[in-house]
């Protein structure tokens, strides 16, 4: 075959650009936020997670001083800046909470007789509480999981990421699955929007028994919780029943969050028959049931 007879040949279908990024290629983009991450969470031994949700707002509390220093300077700015900075050094306690439960848990995780990492810590890879809970596994020395995701504002990889666990999707819905596929427990801190949707998501999953597996939910932070939800109006009202409440926890401190996910993982998760367990070669998958 000629060099001319060569040029004429059409790009090979798996390597054509335009077909890829088009609608008729979206089916093929879909698969791949499934395939990909699956092959690197093999790779990496990930046998299971626990996912740290919360405002990407929030600052560590020496940035959130600095912050606020800098209004006492001649520069300060007006009331409105002073009321926003007070109330972001504030709320810089969970960003520091959400740092000191997630090396908690992962320094006891590391010690697991495992041969696959067992309860990694994953967020959705940006900045804020998401930030504060990967620096709190890196600095237990754990492996530590960033679910990143394009958007206009705020979603930056923060730098405390694992490198060959940070993961960047194009599409919502595939993030959310990757959030519940592996989980064995999320811990849920003040946020907004994006909070709320992953918290109710998987109460209702778990509510309506959609999931064949345990998945413990922390509410990290009553006083702003029970300021936004009143969840014994939704069991007064009938909209949910009492026992709806045991699908959640609501603790106020790191070391209370720390034992509740620990007696909570050792008894659904890390049981006798659970520990002899060792022949798996693929992820221990969360399984719907039929």
Not at 17 to 37: H, W
Not at 105 to 114: D, E, G, M
Request: hydrophobic residues 40%.
């Amino acid at each position: 075959m000629n060099e001319e007879d060569e040029s004429k040949r059409a790009a090979l279908a798996y390597q054509n650009e335009p077909f890829l990024r088009s609608p008729d290629g979206r089916i093929l983009r879909i698969l791949s936020e499934y395939a990909e991450p699956l092959s690197r969470f093999r790779r990496e031994q990930i046998q299971d997670t626990v996912v740290f949700f919360g405002s990407a707002r929030f600052h560590s509390r020496s940035l959130a001083e600095m912050d606020l220093a800098k209004l006492d300077s001649p520069e300060g700015s007006d009331r409105f800046d002073r009321k926003r900075a007070t109330a972001a050094l504030d709320m810089a306690r969970y960003y520091e909470d959400a740092r000191r439960l997630a090396f908690l848990l992962s320094q006891w995780s590391i010690k697991i007789p495992a041969r696959r990492h067992r309860f990694v810590v994953t967020t959705g890879g940006g900045p804020g509480i998401m930030e504060a809970a990967n620096l709190g596994a890196k600095e237990a020395r754990a492996k530590t999981i960033g679910l990143n995701i394009h958007l206009p504002f705020e979603q930056n990889p923060n730098p405390y990421i694992t490198p060959s666990l940070n993961f960047e999707f194009h599409y919502f819905f595939m993030r959310k699955f990757w959030f519940a596929y592996l989980a064995k427990a999320l811990v849920i801190f003040p946020g907004g929007f994006g909070t709320l949707d992953e918290l109710f998501e998987i109460l209702t999953l778990a509510q309506t028994q959609k999931l064949a597996k345990k998945i413990l939910v922390v509410i990290y932070g009553s006083e702003y919780w029970n300021r936004l939800i009143n969840f014994q109006a939704m069991v007064d009202a009938g909209t949910i029943s009492e026992a709806d409440l045991d699908l959640f926890k609501m603790v106020d401190s790191p070391e209370e969050g720390f034992e509740f996910l620990r007696d909570g993982l050792i008894q659904y998760h890390l049981g006798p028959e659970k520990l002899k367990r060792t022949g798996e070669i693929v992820p221990e998958i969360a399984k719907t049931n039929p």
